[in-house]
């Protein structure tokens, strides 16, 4: 396991973005990581949102999110972006950032195999 630090979040009327960020608090050379953001709005079940592998930079979005989410890794601060666009109320919800250390996964968007988890950032998006 890994601990993880967010940052980013916020409040934002729709139709707006947002940014979220995500990094191991210590990195090791030569790890690969499968790294999901997923959220959780009140009274709704957590939900996978993006996931990328840093081995190879593949990527998985939920029907939700896609063509408004991007989810990219930057090997040089081994810090994986979530850059959110065109903002709905429906987005707003706790984030987190998740990790798989040393492998893919079969299931990216599910949490399941995510031993890591990041304490979550608030995002909240205004009608």
């Known amino acids: 396991q890994v601990q993880l630090v967010e940052s980013g979040g916020g409040s934002v009327q729709a139709g707006g973005s947002l940014r979220l960020s995500c990094a191991p608090s210590?990195?090791?050379?030569?790890?690969?990581?499968?790294m999901g953001w997923f959220r959780q709005a009140p009274g709704k079940e957590r939900e996978g949102v993006a996931s990328?592998?840093?081995?190879?930079?593949?990527?998985y979005y939920a029907d939700s999110v896609k063509g408004r989410f991007t989810i990219s890794h930057d090997n040089a601060k081994n810090t994986v972006i979530l850059q959110m666009n065109s903002l709905k109320p429906d987005d707003t919800a706790m984030y987190y950032c998740?990790?798989?250390?040393?492998?893919?996964?079969?299931?990216?968007?599910?949490?399941?195999?995510?031993?890591?988890w990041g304490q979550g950032t608030q995002v909240t998006v205004s009608s």
């Open positions: 990328i592998y840093t081995g190879n930079d593949s990527t």
């Open positions: 210590t990195y090791s050379y030569g790890i690969n990581y499968m």
């Open positions: 998740a990790a798989i250390v040393g492998r893919n996964s079969n299931t990216p968007l599910r949490s399941h195999e995510y031993k890591s």
